[in-house]
């Protein structure tokens, strides 16, 4: 068989012309292949009448539609094939991960905010609130706290705190009447500190004389109020009638009383409504122990001199109080709704007074109503406490009008006061621990920080730092 160079024919062997002929072996080019247009036969003599020649392949795949094979996320990515309609062939691709949609509103809690992918539902850009400036929603009053509240730029969250009550603050002046004095609120015009007079010696103005009547006064110590009194006219000094009754005075300046002719020799004789004491027919006057307990009989003539004191008294720089018997008072006493310590000497303390385990405070002088026990909030030599309705000073945690304190609970010199700042204590009895548990305490107003940022730090709803 020979080959044709110029038609790049081949020419069979055979030279049955006019014989039938079949051609086999052709198959179709592909996408990838080449293919064949077959070779031809002789019927008659079998051989080869021509040789085919090659079908170069296509080189393009009639591909399909893509169809998806992984489905994409948001956080990962899918795939998808197609295929050649011709050969079969299969290509495949990388479908890009969706990415995450952020809802359009913020979600928040007491710590921060977030948005949520609308398709997933995973948190997004997560950041703790930019909380703007405090703004009082209710204002605080002398006797009722207040509240504030602050929203955060980004999200809109608030945040609101209570501000505590003013508290009252006393006019520097007192006001008075006959009965007691009492200061009010420069705010709010409530009476504080009321309580009755706590008068001084009487002065005598003007000496009674057997023919006039004298006049004598006295100041209240703590708000200057004077109260006035007439004197009765001087008994003669003469001798009281046969069987009749009356003062009389010895030779000595001693006075005496005839009861009915009778002089009075020992004990207990009132005398126009007043008591008086009497030891070897002779008045007594100043401090007298009677039966174990002590009285105070007055010394000085305008001031109804020998007769029995009650209430208040003033000796020296020493308050006592003297019951309605005349007895000195020892002890805890409460006169005029206000609560006082007198010691064993019957002396009033002031200042701190620690009795039956728990600590005490007595207002000094400039305090107050000078002697009564404090109660609520108070301030001592620059530090705060807190004293319970009964007077008892608290310490450690305390809930009060709805806010946590910390009031020191170690004997470290200032035992009971109101702590500030950060505080590694634990949780139950506010003393130091060395355990990780931090709390906050406002400075100034030393309420206990909860819910919220300090600085770089986070307290939760107890207060507890949240490491």
Excluded at 7 to 24: E, L, M, Q, R, V
Excluded at 217 to 238: D, N
Aim: hydrophobic share 30%; net charge negative; aromatic share 12%.
């Amino acid at each position: 068989m020979t080959q044709n160079e110029s038609d790049n024919k081949y020419w069979g062997i055979c030279d049955h012309s006019g014989k039938p002929k079949t051609t086999s072996g052709a198959s179709a080019a592909t996408c990838v292949s080449s293919g064949y247009t077959g070779t031809t036969y002789c019927d008659f003599c079998k051989e080869v009448a021509y040789s085919g020649s090659t079908i170069p392949a296509t080189g393009e795949h009639a591909y399909g539609e893509w169809k998806v094979t992984k489905e994409a996320t948001e956080t990962e990515a899918g795939s998808q094939e197609r295929a050649c309609s011709v050969c079969g062939e299969k290509e495949t691709q990388e479908v890009p991960a969706l990415g995450h949609t952020p809802s359009a509103a913020w979600k928040s809690d007491a710590t921060g905010h977030w948005k949520v992918c609308e398709g997933c539902g995973a948190e997004l850009e997560r950041a703790a609130h930019a909380f703007g400036e405090w703004k009082v929603t209710k204002e605080a009053t002398e006797t009722e706290a207040g509240s504030r509240e602050r929203a955060c730029s980004v999200c809109g969250a608030t945040e609101a705190e209570e501000l505590p009550a003013l508290g009252h603050k006393p006019s520097a002046a007192w006001q008075s009447d006959a009965t007691g004095h009492w200061k009010v609120c420069e705010g709010c015009g409530a009476e504080l500190e009321k309580a009755p007079h706590a008068y001084g010696e009487w002065t005598v103005t003007k000496e009674a004389t057997e023919q006039e009547a004298g006049f004598r006064e006295r100041s209240c110590s703590a708000c200057g109020y004077v109260q006035a009194e007439e004197t009765e006219k001087l008994s003669p000094a003469a001798s009281v009638p046969e069987g009749g009754s009356g003062w009389v005075e010895s030779s000595d300046g001693e006075w005496g009383y005839v009861d009915a002719g009778e002089p009075v020799e020992e004990g207990w004789k009132e005398v126009g409504g007043s008591w008086y004491y009497f030891d070897d027919s002779a008045m007594q006057t100043g401090w007298k122990e009677v039966d174990g307990d002590w009285y105070y009989l007055e010394e000085s003539r305008g001031g109804a001199e020998g007769s029995m004191a009650t209430g208040w008294k003033q000796d020296g720089d020493s308050w006592y109080y003297l019951e309605d018997t005349g007895k000195m008072a020892t002890g805890w006493a409460e006169v005029g709704g206000e609560w006082y310590h007198l010691g064993k000497s019957g002396k009033m303390d002031t200042g701190w007074k620690q009795d039956g385990g728990a600590w005490y405070y007595l207002n000094g002088s400039g305090e107050g109503v000078e002697g009564a026990m404090a109660t609520g909030w108070k301030e001592v030599g620059g530090e705060w406490y807190y004293l319970a309705g009964s007077g008892a000073m608290r310490s450690g945690w305390q809930r009060l009008a709805g806010t946590w304190y910390l009031l020191n609970a170690t004997h470290d010199g200032t035992f009971g006061a109101m702590l500030e700042g950060w505080q590694r204590v634990d949780a139950s009895a506010g003393k130091p621990t060395s355990a990780n548990s931090w709390y906050y305490l406002e400075p100034g107003s030393g309420a206990m920080a909860a819910s919220r940022w300090v600085g770089g730090y986070y307290v939760d709803g107890s207060g507890l730092w949240v490491r």
